[in-house]
């Protein structure tokens, strides 16, 4: 969604202070707001301290206590995202029944379509135009390296069932694993783009067969 609008122009809401104990209701109500202002403009950059209070109905300081800055706001809101992709992978194997290969496609397709309903956060997921240098912020090394950690280790799972089940070649099922997203990646982004392309409509299969070493499906 283009951004047609200073996210400050949102009217401020009345807020009922919390009671004692209830701290960890105003963290949630920040990364709502933050969200909010994400699908909103489709801008992270409009995701600012004072932006996020003005939605919420607080002082600005009011939000230390929880994030120490801006970037930490934005951790929460990927995180929860991934958390949701995470879900819908998750959920996708369990509904593909037993079958190794199955369940692959299963976590493959819902990952792209987890990147076509969502284009807006999956963009702010991997696009890392919110990522901030760390010197300049309270995030460290760490909580990059384990963004999507989750996620891919139900990739890489599935992956490891077609090689154990013999429906797969991979000799490095991690790495391969690693392959296979960054073609999911590309595919998804891509379609994004370039809409107009006129896409196999087998595509998706193709990037998943070749970047997975599939044999042949049987009959």
């Known amino acids: 969604m283009e951004h047609t609008g200073t996210a400050d122009a949102a009217p401020k809401r009345a807020r009922v202070r919390n009671r004692r104990g ?3 209701r105003l963290r949630e109500d920040i990364v709502a707001a933050a969200m909010e202002l994400l699908d909103e403009t489709g801008d992270e950059r409009t995701i600012t301290l004072r ?3 003005r939605r919420v109905g607080i002082a600005a300081p009011s939000i230390y206590p929880h994030f120490p800055d801006q970037p930490a706001i934005m951790l929460a809101v ?3 995202e991934f958390d949701g992709l995470t879900d819908s992978l998750r959920t996708s194997v369990e509904k593909a029944g037993d079958d190794p290969r199955r369940r692959l496609y299963a976590v493959c397709n819902a990952y792209l379509d987890y990147a076509r309903l ?3 956060r999956y963009r702010t997921m991997f696009g890392g135009l919110w990522l901030p240098d760390l010197g300049d912020s309270s995030l460290t090394e760490q909580d990059l390296a384990t963004l999507g950690a989750e996620s891919m280790q139900i990739l890489v799972d599935a992956l490891g069932g077609c090689v154990g089940a013999g429906q797969a070649t991979s000799d490095d099922v ?3 694993a690693v392959a296979l997203w960054v073609g999911l990646h590309g595919l998804a982004h891509q379609r994004t783009i370039s809409r107009a392309f006129p896409w196999p409509e087998d595509i998706s299969d ?3 067969t070749a970047l997975a070493h599939l044999n042949p499906a049987d009959g």
């Open 118 to 120: 969502h284009p807006g």
């Open 174 to 176: 991690p790495a391969d």
């Open 22 to 24: 209830e701290g960890g």
């Open 51 to 53: 932006s996020v209070a």
């Open 78 to 80: 990927v995180r929860q």
């Open 206 to 208: 193709r990037v998943i």
